[in-house]
Every structure is written in C-alpha cells, then in structure tokens.
Nanobody, 117 residues
Framework: QVPLVESGGGLVQPGGSLRLSCAAS????????MGWYRQAPGKEREMVAI???????NYADSVKGRFTISRDNAKNTVYLQMNNVKPEDTAVYFC???????????WGQGTQVTVSS
C-alpha cells in the first residue's frame, strides 16, 4: 500500500478559493495518472479532474473554468486549485494515483471541503 497524504481541505465561503494537495512519499513506480474525485453525502464518488503524465487534463463539466489540476512530478504531488466554489462543491475529496499496471491504483484518505456562508 502506498500512502497518499492529502491536505488543504476546510470550510470556505461561496465564491472563495481553496487549494488541495496530495503527495506520495513512497512511490516506487512511474505515476501515469493523477486525479481528484469527490463524494457528497448520499451520492456516488465522481471524477472531478485528472492529469496524465504528458500533461493532458480532463475535468467534470461542473467544475470546468473554476478548478485547475496540476502536478509536480519531482515531488510526486498533485494539486487542485478550486476557485469560485459553490455549495454544491461540498464533498469529501479523494486523490487517486495510478501506474501502468492495474494493481498500481492508490487512493488518499479523503479531505473534507465544505462550502457555506
């Protein structure tokens, strides 16, 4: 098991900003895929944003233009910059790292993001 350490969650007002980070300190393989997912109460986990090793990104329609995913390969870290947040962004956010092989699929413990005035 590879530990992924998330940070940056918390309480933010609507229209505000928040930056999430997720780092893997004991990776022994090339990380092809880094992603952020979220799960709101009573809902299924959904993809928020992903970034591939070559820099290709993909976003959920609900966050396009507001969230930006980026990665620092030297630090094995992925970031999620969240701007103009909305109450519907409230959820537990999970990071996900994947290598080339199927078994190389690891999740963070989750960090709570609450958007409320």
């Amino acid at each position: 098991q590879v530990p992924l350490v998330e940070s940056g969650g918390g309480l933010v007002q609507p229209g505000g900003s928040l930056r999430l980070s997720c780092a893997a300190s004991e990776i022994r393989f090339s990380i092809n895929y880094m992603g952020w997912y979220r799960q709101a109460p009573g809902k299924e986990r959904e993809m928020v944003a992903i970034v591939l090793s070559g820099g290709t990104t993909n976003y959920a329609d609900s966050v396009k233009g507001r969230f930006t995913i980026s990665r620092d390969n030297a630090k094995n870290t992925v970031y999620l910059q969240m701007n103009n947040v909305k109450p519907e962004d409230t959820a537990v956010y999970f990071c996900n790292f994947r290598g080339v092989f199927v078994h190389q699929n690891y999740w963070g413990q989750g960090t709570q993001v609450t958007v409320s005035s």
